[in-house]
């Protein structure tokens, strides 16, 4: 009897043991993706760098959206899971603008990092200060609001307005998602993971801290009508607005910029943790501006004059006819 309490009581520490490690793996883990870490630099990891951004290709490439109107916003009559911030919908013109294909990757902002001479990303942390090979192209994350706005500017852009982002993810008609009204699904996007894995794999807490975070341009079947690239899943995506969850109740239906003033960031696009019912193109949500996470990037947009914009249509459409005759 007394073997089998040994037995009983051993196998009861093992189990408070592991739970305990779990619990402080957790915490450090939320730790890590929330205090204020630096990387910096080491000599042969700047050199490193430098040598990346010289040698190797990005993905960044604009996309126009042309001038005129879209159904912005959501409808309970069709869409059950709309909530207060979505309604009311409404028809909402804008100026024709142009927006990033892809979400920013991370050599994008390695470029700007080297540019600017900031310290490395926080997941960063290999061969002096670089990400991982495999995290070429997956889009950047820990930068807050700031970040990506300054960013924006570095580049010749700016982040797009809330409403810019929701026409280019959805298009005109008001569809649910940016392939249709059929419902996210995991061959669709990339949400509803756990964190529990990713390209970091040296110690458990990175695990968690670095996500499952795939490059920006997979999901070739869940493209918006204008060609954008995960605007649901792997990251969330800034944008410029203050936000105000009443806002569409008073906005203007024409070129909309958010509230003058606020208190948090509007973002939009689900990320890797989202759920299926957080996973719609018109759900809205806002932080603090200063938050860093990993599951919050962002994308670029650019005004374009009338002209502009006539012109790479023009452009865009005698295209097409030579593509098809060397076929």
Same mark, same amino acid.
């Given at each position: 009897?007394?073997?089998?309490?040994?037995?009983?009581?051993?196998?009861?520490?093992?189990?408070?043991?592991?739970?305990?490690?779990?619990?402080?793996?957790?915490?450090?883990?939320? =730790?890590?993706?929330?205090?204020?870490?630096?990387?910096?630099?080491?000599?042969?990891?700047?050199?490193?760098?430098?040598?990346?951004?010289?040698?190797?290709?990005?993905?960044?490439?604009?996309?126009?959206?042309?001038?005129?109107? #879209?159904?912005?916003?959501?409808?309970?009559?069709?869409?059950?899971?709309?909530?207060?911030?979505?309604?009311?919908?409404?028809?909402? $013109?804008?100026?024709?603008?142009?927006?990033?294909?892809?979400?920013?990757?991370?050599?994008? $902002?390695?470029?700007?990092?080297?540019?600017?001479?900031?310290?490395?990303?926080?997941?960063?942390? $290999?061969?002096? =200060?670089? #990400?991982?090979?495999?995290?070429?192209?997956?889009?950047?994350?820990?930068?807050?609001?700031?970040?990506?706005?300054?960013?924006?500017?570095?580049?010749? *852009?700016?982040?797009?307005?809330?409403?810019?982002?929701?026409?280019?993810?959805?298009?005109?008609?008001?569809?649910?998602?940016?392939?249709?009204?059929?419902?996210?699904?995991?061959?669709?996007?990339?949400?509803?993971?756990?964190?529990?894995?990713?390209?970091?794999?040296?110690?458990?807490?990175?695990?968690?801290?670095?996500?499952?975070?795939?490059?920006?341009?997979?999901?070739?079947?869940?493209?918006?009508?204008?060609?954008?690239?995960?605007?649901? =899943?792997?990251?969330?995506?800034?944008?410029?607005?203050? $936000?105000?969850?009443?806002?569409?109740?008073?906005?203007?239906?024409?070129?909309?910029?958010?509230?003058?003033?606020?208190?948090?960031?509007?973002?939009?696009?689900?990320?890797?943790?989202?759920?299926?019912?957080?996973? *719609?193109?018109?759900?809205?949500?806002?932080?603090?501006?200063?938050?860093?996470?990993?599951?919050?990037? #962002? *994308?670029?947009?650019?005004?374009?004059?009338?002209?502009?914009?006539?012109?790479?249509?023009?452009?865009?459409?005698?295209?097409?006819?030579?593509?098809?005759?060397?076929?």
């Amino acid at each position: 009897m007394r073997e089998v309490h040994r037995k009983v009581w051993r196998e009861a520490g093992r189990i408070i043991l592991m739970v305990s490690a779990i619990t402080v793996m957790a915490h450090v883990a939320w =730790g890590l993706d929330t205090q204020d870490i630096t990387v910096e630099w080491t000599e042969s990891g700047k050199k490193l760098a430098t040598e990346r951004v010289t040698n190797w290709k990005t993905k960044g490439e604009l996309i126009l959206v042309p001038a005129g109107e #879209f159904l912005m916003g959501s409808d309970k009559k069709t869409d059950r899971l709309a909530y207060r911030g979505e309604i009311p919908q409404r028809r909402v $013109y804008l100026d024709a603008f142009e927006i990033d294909k892809y979400e920013v990757t991370n050599l994008e $902002y390695l470029k700007f990092i080297l540019a600017t001479g900031r310290n490395p990303q926080l997941d960063w942390r $290999y061969d002096g =200060g670089n #990400f991982q090979e495999s995290m070429t192209h997956h889009p950047v994350m820990h930068v807050t609001w700031h970040d990506a706005d300054t960013y924006c500017k570095w580049a010749g *852009r700016r982040l797009p307005t809330e409403a810019e982002w929701e026409k280019a993810a959805r298009g005109e008609d008001g569809r649910t998602n940016p392939w249709g009204n059929q419902s996210a699904g995991l061959s669709r996007a990339n949400f509803g993971r756990t964190g529990l894995s990713g390209p970091v794999r040296d110690r458990p807490e990175r695990l968690l801290m670095y996500p499952p975070i795939i490059s920006v341009d997979k999901y070739e079947n869940s493209v918006s009508p204008y060609g954008l690239y995960q605007t649901m =899943g792997n990251v969330a995506e800034w944008v410029s607005d203050w $936000y105000s969850q009443d806002y569409y109740k008073t906005a203007p239906d024409r070129n909309p910029r958010g509230p003058e003033t606020g208190t948090q960031k509007a973002f939009r696009g689900g990320g890797w943790m989202d759920s299926t019912t957080t996973m *719609r193109v018109a759900m809205r949500n806002g932080t603090d501006p200063n938050t860093k996470i990993n599951w919050l990037g #962002f *994308r670029c947009a650019k005004s374009v004059t009338e002209d502009q914009s006539s012109l790479k249509t023009s452009r865009a459409q005698h295209a097409v006819p030579s593509v098809e005759a060397e076929r």
